[in-house]
C-alpha cells in the first residue's frame, strides 16, 4: 500500500492521507471467479456503465443528493436500450468532464462497439438492455443492496451470460 501511495507524487499530502485512511477500511478479501460457461461467440453480453447516463426520455440522476452530502450519490440506476446513441442520452455524474460523453456514447458506455463485436461473430450478442448508475459513490450500501440486486435479476431474465464494467 506504501507503494501505491509514494508512486502517485502528484498528490498532495493530504490526499495520500485519505488514501492511505480509505485503503485501510476495509480487510483484503477473496476475489470472486466465476468461468464462461461457454465459449465468448455464444454469450450475450451486457454493459454497466458508472457514468451515470439516462435516457432522455428518463428521469436524470439527482445530483442534488451529491451536492448536500459529498459522501452519498443517487443509488438509483437506469435502464439503456441496446439500440441508444449519444442524442438519446444524457449524462449526470458531477465527478468527471461529461464534455466527451456528451459527444460520443461508446466513450463512456461503448453500445455501438458491442453491435460490431455481436456483427463481427466475436459475441453472441447484445443484451436488450444495459444499465448506468452514478459512479463515485463513496457509500454505496443501498446500490449495492437495492439497485444491483435488480439489475441482475433482469440481466438473468435476459439471459446475459457475460457483464462488462465500464468504470468512468
Request: aromatic share 8%; net charge neutral.
Amino acid at each position: 500500500m506504501q507503494l501505491m501511495v509514494d508512486s502517485y507524487r502528484f498528490l498532495d499530502g493530504i490526499s495520500k492521507k485519505v488514501i492511505r485512511h480509505w485503503c485501510g477500511l476495509e480487510a483484503a478479501r477473496s476475489r470472486p471467479w466465476t468461468p464462461l460457461a461457454k465459449r465468448l461467440p455464444d454469450c450475450t453480453v451486457a454493459l454497466v456503465s458508472s457514468a451515470a447516463l439516462a435516457l432522455r426520455s428518463d428521469s436524470p440522476f439527482q445530483t442534488e443528493i451529491e451536492q448536500l452530502d459529498p459522501w452519498f450519490s443517487d443509488p438509483s440506476y437506469r435502464i439503456l436500450p441496446s439500440d441508444a446513441r449519444t442524442a438519446d442520452t444524457g449524462i449526470h455524474h458531477l465527478h468527471i468532464n461529461t464534455e466527451y460523453a456528451a459527444r460520443d456514447l461508446d466513450c463512456v458506455m461503448p453500445l455501438a462497439r458491442l453491435a460490431e463485436m455481436a456483427s463481427a461473430k466475436e459475441i453472441g450478442g447484445s443484451a436488450s438492455s444495459h444499465y448506468s448508475y452514478s459512479g463515485y459513490t463513496l457509500r454505496p450500501q443501498r446500490l449495492l443492496k437495492e439497485s444491483a440486486p435488480s439489475m441482475v435479476e433482469q440481466m438473468r431474465r435476459e439471459g446475459v451470460d457475460v457483464v462488462v464494467l465500464v468504470p468512468v
